[in-house]
């Protein structure tokens, strides 16, 4: 096959062509090549929605997957903020994880999963409003999960938070 040939080829036929087989729960738009990712809600009760996150998500249709280290409260050189201040430490940290997803062609509207660590789960919680204000506005709610831990990498940090992403 030449590469002209190839090129002219839907991203289905050219997984044909591979010889690999994969299942693509998506809308192949032909002349982009690229698949439209749709979420659903799984939620058998309603007190997490409550809090802001579902249960779990049934994803498909993505083809990119980023994976984001766990963000602080951190400047660009990497030095702590805010120390003592859960409020604008969660600020921060979602600014950082708004910023690697930017970097990888991404929003806050494709995360699918969270993991959240906090030195003081309690105070934490009385900051989640901060989740709700950012995450709102791409109408999605991540699985996720809230961990109380005595203390992160570096010392004087209160928060961190990881996702995963899907596009």
């Given at each position: ?66 994976i984001c280290a766990g963000q602080t409260s951190v400047d660009s050189e990497g030095a702590p903020q805010h120390p003592g201040d859960m409020r604008a430490q969660v600020g921060l940290a979602i600014d950082n994880l708004e910023a690697v997803l930017k970097e990888a062609g ?62």
């Amino acid at each position: 096959m030449s590469d002209a040939t190839f090129h002219e080829l839907t991203l289905a036929q050219k997984v044909t062509v591979f010889g690999t087989v994969l299942f693509y729960a998506c809308f192949i738009n032909a002349k982009q090549e690229t698949c439209e990712m749709e979420r659903k809600a799984v939620n058998p009760w309603d007190w997490s929605i409550k809090l802001g996150y579902n249960q779990a998500e049934i994803i498909t249709g993505a083809s990119r997957q980023v994976i984001c280290a766990g963000q602080t409260s951190v400047d660009s050189e990497g030095a702590p903020q805010h120390p003592g201040d859960m409020r604008a430490q969660v600020g921060l940290a979602i600014d950082n994880l708004e910023a690697v997803l930017k970097e990888a062609g991404m929003d806050l509207s494709n995360v699918v999963r969270l993991g959240v660590y906090a030195t003081d789960v309690d105070e934490a919680l009385k900051n989640f409003d901060l989740l709700g204000v950012r995450f709102g506005p791409h109408q999605v709610a991540p699985p996720m999960t809230l961990l109380g831990v005595t203390r992160l990498a570096i010392p004087g940090l209160l928060f961190e938070i990881e996702a995963t992403a899907l596009a």
